[in-house]
């Protein structure tokens, strides 16, 4: 395709972004599609654990969510033309650590996690680890099993909050 055929459907580079997350969810919005069904929470952590793995596993089985994800924190140079991309992104990131923090918030009153812990400091802290757990595994796929080494990372991270 030309450049000229590109902009003849699409205003700008940010337009032809916004229009490919239209078509193909990031791992992070499909999973909480699929987590948003009401559950009963008797450990919140648990279901902390379950949410970052059920990303993990949309990023593992599905190759449209995970090429959306790889273009979009790995190949896209964030500048003006694409900052609807960056809020979109901010958007989504923001929702995944209010769930988070949720979950820590519900540990915290039931007195099932560490004294001291902070829920938003340890929300960002899950994000970052989902994220960058992600973002090594699309770079080099065969340097390790995402699903079996970030559970056992998810695993060892959420020991060291809970009581």
């Not at 078509?23 to 648990?46: C, F, G, S, T």
């Not at 694409?82 to 820590?104: F, P, T």
Request: hydrophobic letters at 45%; proline letters at 2%; charged letters at 30%.
């Amino acid at each position: 395709m030309t450049r000229g055929a590109i902009y003849w459907h699409f205003l700008d580079k940010g337009a032809l972004f916004n229009a490919m997350f239209d078509r193909a969810k990031m791992p992070m919005d499909e999973a909480m599609q699929v987590l948003d069904n009401q559950r009963d929470v008797k450990d919140p952590l648990l279901c902390l654990r379950d949410d970052m793995m059920t990303v993990l596993r949309i990023v593992v089985e599905d190759e449209k969510a995970r090429r959306v994800f790889e273009i979009a924190t790995l190949k896209t140079e964030f500048i003006d033309e694409v900052d609807s991309v960056r809020a979109r992104r901010r958007e989504s990131i923001a929702l995944w650590q209010d769930r988070m923090e949720g979950h820590l918030k519900q540990a915290q009153e039931k007195g099932m996690l560490r004294a001291g812990v902070g829920t938003l400091a340890a929300a960002q802290g899950g994000w970052i680890l989902v994220d960058g757990l992600i973002r090594n595994w699309i770079f080099e796929p065969t340097l390790f099993d995402l699903l079996e080494l970030g559970g056992t990372v998810i695993d060892t991270y959420l020991a060291g909050l809970r009581a």
